[in-house]
C-alpha cells in the first residue's frame, strides 16, 4: 500500500527519497563530469566495458571492477548494519547517513588524477550503501540512485491507466517526483563539477549530513 500522508512517517519518508535521489543524481553527474564511469548505477558502466572489450579497449576494466565491488560491499555495509528494507524504527540510518557523508568527503579528497580509481571506488561505495538503506515502505519499492526500475514502475501504472484498470494514484506522483529530483540532481551536479570540479562532491557529502540530522531530529520526535 502506498505510505499516505496520515501514515506515520510517510511524509517525510517521501521528502528523504527526493533529497536522497536528488543527491544521487548530483554525485553521479559530478563523478561523471570528472571523466569517469557511473557510480550510481551499474547497467551503463557494463553495457559500455562491454562494448569497449568487444573493440579491445582494455582501459576501463579496472575502473568498472572497483565500481561494482565498491558498489556491491556499500550495500553489503547496509545490510549488515541496518538489517531490513523495509523503513522502520530502531533502524541505524543516521550512523549510516553519517557513514556515506564521511565517505563522499574523503571520495572529493582523493579527486585528483594520481588517486581519480580509489576516489571512483569510494563514491560507489556511498552510493551502494544509499541504494540499500530502506528501499521499502509499506509496500513501496524506491530505488534512489538508480532510475530503471522506476521508470519501469511509472510506464507499467500509466499502462494500467490506459486499460482503465487504474487510477493515478500518490505512488506514480511520488515516482515521478524521485526521476524528476534526480534529474534535477545530476543537472546542478554536472553544473557544479564545471565550476568547482572534483570540490564539487563536498556538496554531495554536506547534503547528506544534513539528511543525518534531519533524520536524528524526527526519530527523536518519534516520527520514525
Not at 528523504?16 to 548530483?26: D, Q, R
Not at 565498491?70 to 523495509?86: K, P, T
Not at 540532481?185 to 543525518?212: E, F, N, P, R
Amino acid at each position: 500500500m502506498y505510505p499516505r500522508s496520515q501514515v506515520t512517517g510517510g511524509r517525510w519518508f517521501n521528502v528523504g527519497a527526493l533529497v536522497l535521489s536528488g543527491i544521487a543524481g548530483f554525485c553521479n553527474s559530478a563523478v561523471l563530469e570528472q571523466g569517469s564511469l557511473a557510480v550510481s548505477h551499474l547497467t551503463g558502466s557494463i553495457t559500455r566495458v562491454s562494448v569497449e572489450l568487444a573493440e579491445r579497449d582494455y582501459s576501463n576494466i579496472v575502473p568498472l571492477v572497483v565500481i561494482v565491488s565498491a558498489f556491491f560491499l556499500g550495500a553489503v555495509l547496509s545490510g549488515a548494519v541496518v538489517g531490513s528494507r523495509e523503513l522502520g524504527s530502531g533502524r541505524r540510518y543516521t550512523a549510516m547517513l553519517a557513514v556515506e557523508s564521511l565517505l563522499l568527503v574523503i571520495a572529493a579528497a582523493l579527486a585528483r588524477e594520481e588517486t581519480a580509481l580509489p576516489s571512483i571506488g569510494i563514491a560507489a561505495l556511498a552510493c551502494g550503501l544509499q541504494n540499500a538503506l530502506a528501499s521499502s515502505f509499506r509496500g513501496l519499492i524506491i530505488r534512489t540512485t538508480h532510475m530503471t526500475g522506476l521508470v519501469t514502475d511509472l510506464g507499467f501504472h500509466v499502462g494500467q491507466v490506459i486499460a482503465a484498470r487504474r487510477r493515478v494514484d500518490g505512488q506514480f506522483t511520488l515516482q515521478l517526483t524521485i526521476l524528476i529530483s534526480f534529474t534535477i540532481g545530476g543537472i546542478l551536479g554536472a553544473v557544479a563539477a564545471t565550476q568547482v570540479g572534483s570540490k564539487s562532491l563536498y556538496v554531495c557529502a554536506a547534503a547528506v549530513a544534513v539528511s543525518a540530522m534531519g533524520y536524528e531530529v524526527l526519530r527523536r520526535r518519534g516520527v520514525f
